[in-house]
């Protein structure tokens, strides 16, 4: 799967959201899983080719449909059923056990 | 002591002066308008009047048509903005959501990266001006109202910090009520400026209002506008252009040389007379004189035609021995007909500017603004009238405007009452019964600055034209149509030149 991740330079919404796609990434299945990250003050060309508003903007770019989320990406267990993509077993399993 | 706000020019045709001298500079302007009035056009004139006037490049950050629809759909104003990127004074900022699905929202978010963009593009151009159109589709893709107040205070700041002056069109739901759709955007910016396009007598009036010009004064109230082709939004600033009429005193035939006398010498250049009568007492004839009599000195005149076609109106002239196909082919001459009832009032001023522009003559009549009258609103025909007076004025022109009265005999028209305090001088053409005969009474009411005579003459027409005769004696009462015969000559020294001193309207 392809993701792309428009950041804007370091604050509080861009770390979260840089850290929750990486263990989004991690949660998935196999390799090949690539996740750019782009910041818009470095790259605003880029942000204009993609038409970025909002930042943090994850971007799914493959497999097609092409999905947008908006926002810091706190919520993962929502992020992955808006991708559907299946819920990440082992950390799920653990944080059950601690409760 | 307060220190006034630099102004920047829009540019925009009549803005400028509802603004009393544009928009205050780096400073952000909300325009708020419903679906349908204009908001974009107006944005983008921002921009395209830049450009174009001031050589100041601008950014276009489009939320809602694409780029391409925009480029497509503004080149009908003469708006080429393709050619302007090319030029590099133009660069869009693209957000517009085509082809693309809703962006969910998933946690907390800024619109960091839109102001990322803007601030690279308006590095790019070197932009002075920037439009953002229109906030509704970020309203409606974002929801949280909050997040939308404090990043557009962000993006105004941004905009503020690259002294950038800005126009931010947003979208309402009604025509009066709240300003902004979500209640918020209007604190954001300095200024705000309401498009309105109202129903009135089952056709569309648009108008631009100045709601707040922060720290700067300004025009108050709305204020028609027309939108056409070639040239994008005009407004018409009613009020403010009325003040900067100036008027001067060469003297000008009226294209009779009793009228003349009558007017202590001729009309005034700069000045517009009103012809009131009823229906067949010779306001057209009066209107043909007084073109022919500018022609005669060489003087190109226009007429615009509102109740007669063009063949009636050639033939009438011919009729009173004026050759009007004679002074088109020279170009001294231009006739305009036009129906009353295809357009609205507003327009038919802005079209009225554009033949006055368009031939640039010395005199202009209108016969009759009575049909205009019928075409429109009480209030949109004011404004048409006091338009049309000051355009005519501050051009150094003559005009002439015939008005129809409803009676036969005496009376007043409406048209008079309303426009009457505009006009600088009043010809009164009346029916007179008099030993049982009908006859043609003429006489000057009222001219703004000069002497005029008093007296009600009789006034003949034949084919050589009008004729004006020896003032009515020994009668009273001739203007309301009924004379009564005096015994004695009502003037006790019989002077025959007595003279009235109009000073004011």
């Known amino acids: 799967m392809k993701f792309r991740l428009f950041i804007c330079g370091e604050n509080t ?22 996740l750019e990250i782009i910041d818009v003050l470095e790259n605003p ?19 097609a449909p092409l999905r947008m989320l908006v926002g810091d990406l706190s919520d993962l267990t929502r992020v992955r059923s808006i991708l559907q993509l299946p819920a990440e077993v082992e950390h799920e399993k653990n944080d059950g056990g601690h409760q | 002591m307060t220190i006034a ?16 001298g544009g928009l205050t500079r780096n400073r952000a302007t909300l325009v708020a308008g419903t679906s349908g009035s204009a908001k974009t056009v107006l944005a983008v004139q921002f921009l395209a009047e830049g450009i174009t006037k001031f050589d100041e490049p601008g950014v276009f950050v489009t939320l809602e048509e694409s780029p391409d629809d925009l480029r497509k759909n503004m080149i009908g104003f003469g708006w080429d903005i393709e050619k302007w990127e090319r030029e590099g004074k133009w660069a869009f900022v693209d957000a517009s959501p085509r082809g693309r699905e809703q962006p969910i929202v998933a946690g907390e978010f800024d619109f960091g990266a839109l102001i990322a963009r803007v601030k690279n593009a308006a590095g790019k151009v070197k932009a002075k001006r920037a439009s953002i159109d229109t906030l509704a589709a970020v309203f409606l893709t974002y929801k949280d109202v909050d997040i939308v107040r404090r990043e557009l205070l962000l993006l105004t700041e941004a905009l503020k910090e690259l002294k950038i002056t800005s126009l931010i069109t947003v979208e309402r739901l009604h025509e009066y009520g709240e300003i902004s759709r979500f209640g918020v955007e209007e604190f954001v910016t300095d200024n705000v400026i309401v498009l309105r396009n109202p ?118 002239a011919q009729g009173w021995g004026v050759d009007f196909a004679g002074l088109e082919k020279a170009g001294l001459l231009k006739v305009i007909c036009m129906y009353p009832e295809v357009r609205g009032l507003e327009d038919h ?17 209108v016969d009759s603004l009575s049909a205009l009258e019928r075409a429109g609103h009480p209030r949109g025909f004011r404004e048409l009238i006091i338009g049309l007076t000051s355009f005519i004025k501050t051009k150094e022109i003559t005009g002439l405007f015939t008005a129809t009265t409803s009676t036969l005999v005496g009376g ?78 009502f003037s006790p020294d019989g002077d025959s030149h007595a003279e009235a001193y109009s000073e004011d309207g």
């Open chain 2, 199 to 316: 129903m009135e007598r089952e056709r569309r009036r648009r108008t631009i209002e100045v709601l707040k010009l922060r720290g700067a004064n300004h025009n108050k109230g709305e204020f028609p506008f027309c939108v056409t082709t070639g040239r994008g939004i005009a407004a018409i600033p009613l009020s403010a252009i009325e003040l900067k009429q100036h008027s001067s005193n060469i003297r000008v035939t009226s294209g009779n040389d009793i009228l003349d006398r009558m007017c202590n010498g001729g009309v005034f250049r700069d000045s517009v007379i009103l012809v009131s009568g009823a229906t067949g007492t010779g306001k057209t004839l009066l209107s043909t004189q007084f073109l022919n009599g500018g022609a005669a000195k060489n003087e190109r005149c226009l007429l615009l035609a509102f109740e007669e076609s063009r063949e009636q109106l050639f033939r009438n």
């Open chain 1, 13 to 34: 919404s861009s770390n979260l959201a840089v850290q929750n796609a990486r263990r989004l990434i991690q949660g998935l299945n196999g390799n090949g899983h690539d």
């Open chain 2, 5 to 20: 706000l630099e102004r920047i020019i829009t540019g925009i045709e009549g803005l400028d002066a509802i603004l009393e």
């Open chain 2, 412 to 489: 007043a028209s409406i048209t008079e009452t309303h426009i009457s305090t505009i006009t600088d001088t009043i010809i009164l053409l009346r029916y007179v019964e008099l030993f049982g005969e009908i006859k043609r009474g003429i006489t000057v009411l009222k001219m703004r600055g000069s002497k005029h005579e008093r007296e009600i003459r009789e006034m003949l027409i034949d084919e050589h034209g009008m004729h004006i005769k020896e003032p009515f004696r020994r009668l009273a009462g001739v203007l309301s149509g009924n004379p009564q015969v005096l015994s004695e000559p």
């Open chain 2, 349 to 365: 001023l802005l079209a009225m500017r554009m033949a006055i522009e368009e031939f640039k003559p010395k005199r202009v009549a």
């Open chain 1, 45 to 63: 060309e880029i942000a204009e080719e993609a038409r970025i508003l909002a930042t943090p903007t994850l971007l799914k770019e493959d497999p």
